[in-house]
């Protein structure tokens, strides 16, 4: 298997680009005095820090400044990342100088591949643009499954999920801290189980809150079942489900791209099976309350196709708490309020009961289902 690397070189603080960035942000009458580094001496009983600070004295039109320039260290602190980094920096930025006697920020930026120091200038919101991909939603398709049935070509695009899948988890990356980070990030991030569980009604009638506590706890076992298989950090989308997918259609040829990666690009290879494989229980049970027919043909060809491609039986004893998480997503009355109540109730069941198992038998989906 290949292993994920991530070039890592040092930043050099050069005085010319400090200078550079100085002009560039308080103007030409900016000038550069000197660059020395602080604590050189130790920081006494405190032995762990998170960066490096360095000093500088310079003036802009003749008035003599003095500045502390800081740069974040990675660790596996939830700061393996320059974006982690970057958010601790624009945080400290934003909110420094909104505090009494505490030293207000004069500067926000970042370091370019050439170490060029450029300039953040009173950020409000950050934002991307990316290319427009050709091609429709995937939903589409399994809209058109329930109303005309299932084609052959929706059997094909399964397996070239499945496949696809199987080759993006072959890359693996050596880095336990990273899938502990990960796993810590799917039971207690915002936007994950603990996250979605608070942003349920409360109380919620068809899941009352001493349901959603039993949940957690249990949850929380499987967190430290997860201790046991950090080997299994690997290259991951994050986000598979049929929105995020295009199909692209040339002739009688079809292909797919997707959208918006999320969470980042190492983790647990579970996430994006559990995804893409619960959406299809999910399509189905809008036809009975239980997977059968054309959705469980899907759900099976994308299963197999991904365990005879990825070689990866252990999947199967750790996916338990990713469908919990995708389920939750899926079955939320905030993100899928047309949902029949049988729909909603079939999943909450699913979640409880799919925790129970060491090993998720993913040949008989409806026992978990009773």
Not at 101 to 117: A, E, N, Q, T, W
Request: net charge negative; with cysteine; aromatic share 14%.
């Amino acid at each position: 298997m290949r292993k994920g690397t991530e070039e890592k070189t040092p930043i050099v603080v050069r005085p010319e680009a400090v200078e550079r960035y100085l002009r560039e942000s308080f103007g030409d009458g900016a000038r550069l005095i000197g660059v020395c580094a602080m604590g050189a001496d130790g920081q006494g009983m405190k032995e762990f820090g998170y960066g490096k600070p360095v000093c500088l004295d310079f003036e802009v039109d003749g008035e003599a400044r003095h500045g502390v320039l800081s740069i974040m260290r990675g660790d596996k602190y939830g700061h393996q990342f320059y974006w982690d980094r970057a958010a601790i920096l624009m945080f400290q930025y934003e909110a420094g100088g909104r505090m009494e006697k505490h030293v207000r920020p004069i500067g926000l930026g970042y370091f370019d591949r050439d170490d060029r120091l450029v300039p953040v200038s009173a950020p409000k919101e950050f934002f991307i643009i990316s290319e427009k991909a050709q091609g429709y939603d995937y939903y589409l398709d399994l809209q058109r499954i329930q109303k005309t049935g299932l084609e052959d070509r929706d059997v094909r695009m399964a397996r070239e999920f499945a496949k696809w899948l199987a080759r993006v988890h072959a890359v693996k990356k050596d880095d336990a801290d990273l899938y502990l980070r990960r796993v810590r990030n799917l039971i207690g991030a915002s936007e994950c189980i603990f996250g979605l569980v608070d942003a349920y009604p409360h109380p919620y009638e068809l899941f009352p809150p001493e349901k959603f506590c039993a949940l957690e706890k249990r949850v929380i076992d499987w967190r430290w079942k997860l201790r046991g298989f950090t080997h299994r950090l690997s290259e991951v989308h994050g986000d598979f489900h049929p929105w995020n997918v295009l199909i692209q259609e040339d002739g009688a040829k079809r292909d797919f791209a997707v959208l918006d990666r999320s969470r980042g690009q190492w983790g647990e290879p579970a996430d994006d099976v559990a995804t893409m494989s619960l959406n299809y229980v999910l399509f189905g049970l809008y036809k009975e309350p239980k997977l059968a027919g054309d959705f469980e043909r899907l759900y099976m060809t994308f299963w197999e196709t991904y365990l005879r491609e990825s070689g990866d039986d252990d999947i199967l004893a750790v996916i338990a708490p990713f469908f919990v998480f995708r389920g939750l997503v899926v079955a939320s009355p905030q993100w899928y309020p047309g949902h029949p109540p049988e729909v909603r109730k079939g999943l909450l069941r699913f979640l409880v009961n799919v925790l129970e198992d060491d090993r998720f038998d993913c040949q008989d989906f409806n026992r978990y289902m009773r």
